[in-house]
């Protein structure tokens, strides 16, 4: 039996406040996960991670984490994120709020590191 849409924001607002430590009324359907519940970029793999507990499904981390935008001399140069670059990002990872950021994120310090990442740490 499939879940309603009542029982499935539940789960997912479940995740997101143990995940992001939020208050249960903070996470509404409208809200973005960065900009207004403050995750940052090792919170994603905790909410994945999360999610897939709470629905057993596995999400492709392929689908989450670029594997090449922040190697790619196409998309960085000079250690800046391209407006090409920052193109791509939104394209691959439309969940991320990336307003703004053109220039502002430079390997490796950037969130979206192509270097995989375990829940315990890098």
């Known amino acids: 039996m499939a879940l309603s849409r009542d029982e499935i924001m539940e789960k997912v607002r479940e995740a997101l406040v143990d995940a992001l430590g939020?208050?249960?009324d903070e996470v509404l359907p409208e809200a973005r996960i960065g900009g207004d519940?403050?995750?940052?970029?090792?919170d994603y793999l905790d909410i994945?991670?999360?999610?897939?507990?709470?629905f057993n499904i596995?999400?492709?981390r392929g689908d989450l984490f670029p594997d090449?935008?922040?190697t790619s001399d196409e998309f960085v140069q000079d250690g800046k994120l391209t407006a090409k670059g920052l193109d791509e990002l939104?394209?691959?990872?439309?969940?991320?709020d990336l307003a703004?950021?053109?220039g502002q994120?430079?390997?490796?310090s950037a969130p979206w590191s192509a270097e995989p990442c375990s829940p315990g740490g890098p």
């Open 100 to 102: 703004g950021r053109r």
């Open 22 to 24: 939020v208050d249960e």
């Open 48 to 54: 994945v991670f999360r999610l897939e507990k709470a």
């Open 90 to 96: 939104k394209a691959r990872m439309p969940h991320a």
């Open 105 to 108: 994120l430079t390997p490796p």
């Open 68 to 70: 090449n935008i922040l």
């Open 58 to 60: 596995k999400i492709p």
């Open 37 to 42: 519940l403050g995750a940052e970029s090792i």
